[in-house]
């Protein structure tokens, strides 16, 4: 590495003192230097932060998506294996539930463990940790017009960011599907 060269320059006889001939830094614009440093690191920390909170967000509303076209599926196709809570006097315009079971819980169904086990144990957890924060509830509503097909609702329930999200999905099921069940 090689030096710049100095100047000897007499001031005194009793002191020598050096001039440069090169430019450097001083302490000021070191600070300088640092602190617009430092603003440009918490401008992209806090990036970093808001983009990962934004994928927490998506993963969470594809996996309510996900839940709520799942049930919706099973509940049009196996109306048989739920508990539709239809009084005689249907009002069009009033919801009723669609059951489970009669001990159905009020804040709704928790996802089941899945059957098939993913391949390690890691990814089973998750799973696992994951399907307890969301809850499912299914109601049902005659639609006035005609009289010929109920409007299912599925609603899918979780917590993120310490505030309650709903997802819904909805989709019409013939009503002599439904009254083959009722009549039971």
């Known amino acids: 590495m090689m030096f710049p060269k100095l100047k000897k320059k007499n001031c005194n006889k009793d002191m020598t003192f050096l001039t440069e001939t090169s430019k450097g830094f001083t302490l000021i614009e070191l600070i300088v230097a640092l602190a617009v440093l430092s603003i440009a690191v918490t401008g992209l920390v806090q990036m970093f932060s808001l983009s990962l909170n934004l994928a927490q967000t998506s993963q969470n509303a594809i996996l309510a998506g996900n839940i ?102 909805n989709s019409i099921i013939p009503c002599f599907q439904i009254d083959k069940v009722i009549k039971k």
């Open 68 to 169: 709520a076209y799942d049930k919706l599926d099973y509940l049009r196709n196996c109306p048989e294996k739920f508990i539709w809570k239809v009084s005689d006097s249907v009002n069009p315009e009033d919801f009723f539930s669609i059951l489970t079971s009669e001990d159905e819980a009020k804040a709704g169904n928790v996802l089941e463990v899945p059957i098939t086990v993913p391949p390690d144990w890691a990814s089973f957890r998750k799973y696992k940790d994951v399907s307890q924060k969301f809850r499912w509830k299914a109601f049902g509503k005659l639609v006035s017009n005609g009289k010929d097909y109920y409007e299912v609702v599925v609603i899918v329930i979780y917590k993120e960011f310490g505030r309650i999200k709903y997802y819904t999905a």
